[in-house]
């Protein structure tokens, strides 16, 4: 079926040197792909409203590839037609009538973009469509992410685990919280409940927010020191190196305050969060066991099979006893255990490989205050 021409003018489309200020800007954007595409990757403040579904997108697709463009783009209107038009204009309507500077996309800018925004300018709306679609805002954007890795001073925050490197991030005036980006505590016994985003929108987002940090200053960043996953987000090879040659601040505390961190996180917080997600106490406390089990089996070759016997022996006695009594306070003897017989040795010995990085130790306040004086005198010197 072929379009109307409408009598409104079209904007020119966004090009690469605009991409930056829209990333940045929080624009609403609608992505007119597939929802299998759209669930792969997308960016932030965007709404999936496609022009074709997935198995619209497939026959058009097999079509393309068997008979040509014409006869896909034939079948494309076949197919997108009527009532099934009528209902996706409509969303592109409303989007665009309650976002007034909003811009749409699809995979490279061709011929979908052209098509939704004929269509929403038809019914009055005029929208700007990217020039080389998600593609050229994803080149744009990894290209970007390696530029200002290498560019941007950094900080690494390590320190054993359980010291609290993630509470005190925000102290620190410029920081990328990477743990929070990838919706994961980073250890083995860090899942989440919510499921992590795609690697490709962990790379978007974690691109993003350098770029906010560049506009802000140029001053270092600090992160929270990683191996190169992140639960199962893998870390962009120039960040991996970046990581790996920055100078290092070691946060200490003490070991009854780690455990109680620890037992806070792993054991209270997660209660709560699968009571608040399943609902019957039953199959939340069933979730809970499960996910440390679960946890325990993924480490038991690097943690050596007595020393996982005894650990497996010492959580299943706190869930018995978080059964039977309503008593957590067992959990935190596998929590000593896994701290002296597994995270604690393992992290000794990677510091002790990069102890000429090291610039500072100390308590959170210690690290803090000194973190803010170094970037003080630094800044007073130009």
């Not at 890795?149 to 102290?171: D, N």
């Not at 795609?198 to 270092?220: D, G, H, R, V």
């Not at 959580?315 to 309503?326: M, V």
Request: aromatic share 8%; glycine share 6%.
């Amino acid at each position: 079926m072929a379009s109307i021409k409408s009598p409104l003018q079209m904007p020119s489309p966004l090009t690469t040197l605009q991409f930056e200020a829209l990333l940045l800007s929080n624009r609403p954007m609608f992505d007119v792909r597939a929802p299998i595409e759209f669930d792969k990757g997308a960016f932030p403040n965007v709404v999936n409203l496609p022009l074709m579904l997935d198995h619209e997108r497939e026959e058009v697709g097999t079509c393309y590839k068997k008979q040509g463009q014409d006869a896909a783009l034939a079948l494309g209107h076949q197919l997108v037609n009527g009532d099934t038009k009528d209902s996706r204009v409509k969303q592109w309507h409303a989007f665009s009538s309650a976002h007034p500077d909003a811009v749409l996309y699809c995979f490279r800018g061709g011929m979908r973009s052209k098509i939704s925004q004929q269509w929403l300018a038809d019914t009055g709306i005029v929208v700007p469509f990217v020039e080389g679609g998600y593609k050229a805002l994803r080149t744009f954007l990894i290209e970007r992410l390696d530029e200002l890795v290498e560019e941007l001073p950094a900080f690494v925050l390590s320190g054993r685990t359980g010291t609290g490197k993630t509470e005190i991030l925000p102290q620190f005036d410029r920081t990328i919280d990477l743990e929070g980006i990838a919706k994961h505590r980073g250890s083995s016994f860090g899942k989440y409940i919510e499921e992590q985003p795609s690697q490709i929108n962990f790379e978007n987002n974690l691109a993003i927010a350098l770029m906010q940090l560049n506009k802000e200053a140029k001053t270092p960043i600090v992160y929270e020191d990683e191996s190169r996953l992140v639960g199962c987000r893998l870390l962009p090879i120039s960040l991996q190196n970046k990581l790996k040659s920055s100078p290092i601040m070691v946060l200490h505390d003490n070991f009854e305050a780690r455990v109680e961190r620890i037992f806070g996180e792993y054991v209270v917080k997660a209660i709560a969060a699968w009571e608040q997600e399943l609902v019957a106490p039953n199959e939340a406390f069933l979730a809970f066991g499960d996910s440390l089990i679960q946890s325990v089996f993924r480490i038991r070759k690097r943690l050596g099979s007595e020393a996982h016997k005894h650990l497996v022996k010492l959580l299943d006695q706190s869930l018995e006893l978080q059964t039977k009594q309503g008593d957590l306070s067992a959990h935190k003897g596998w929590i000593s255990y896994l701290l002296t017989h597994y995270y604690d040795p393992m992290y000794d010995y990677q510091l002790s490989l990069k102890q000429d990085r090291v610039v500072m130790q100390g308590t959170s306040s210690d690290l803090v205050t000194w973190y803010k004086t170094s970037q003080c005198n630094t800044l007073n010197t130009h």
